[in-house]
C-alpha cells in the first residue's frame, strides 16, 4: 500500500492554531534518524484537538521500515503519545 510522503501533510494546524511539523524518527533496527522526506503516512483527525499519526519510514542504512504510531494532543500544548501496540491486523 502506498502512503502520501508525511511532510506533504505537514503542518498540522489544530483548531486552536498548535502546528505540528514532524517528528524526530529514528530507524527501530539501526537506530539511525530517518529523514522526514522519507516518512510516509497519514494524520486524521480524531477530534478537535486530537489527531492520529500513522506512518512508516524507510531506512537507507539498514534497508528496514519502522512504523511510528501516534495520537497527537493539542491542548496548552502539544503531547505526542505513543498508541499502546495493538493488534490491528486482519485475522487469518
Ligand atoms: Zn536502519
Do not use: K, W
Not at 533496527?29 to 483527525?45: F, M
Not at 477530534?47 to 519510514?57: E, I, Q, T, V
Not at 504510531?69 to 499502546?84: G, H, K, R
Amino acid at each position: 500500500m502506498q502512503c502520501p510522503p508525511l511532510n506533504y501533510q505537514l503542518p498540522y494546524t489544530f483548531e486552536n492554531g498548535l502546528n505540528f511539523n514532524g517528528f524526530n524518527a529514528q530507524c527501530s533496527g539501526c537506530h539511525q534518524p530517518i529523514e522526514l522526506e522519507q516518512l510516509r503516512g497519514s494524520l486524521s483527525a480524531i477530534g478537535l484537538d486530537r489527531c492520529l499519526l500513522s506512518a512508516r519510514g524507510y531506512c537507507d542504512a539498514c534497508d528496514g521500515i519502522t512504523c511510528y504510531d501516534f495520537i497527537l494532543t493539542a491542548t496548552d500544548q502539544l503531547n505526542v503519545e505513543p498508541l499502546p501496540r495493538q493488534s490491528t491486523t486482519q485475522p487469518l
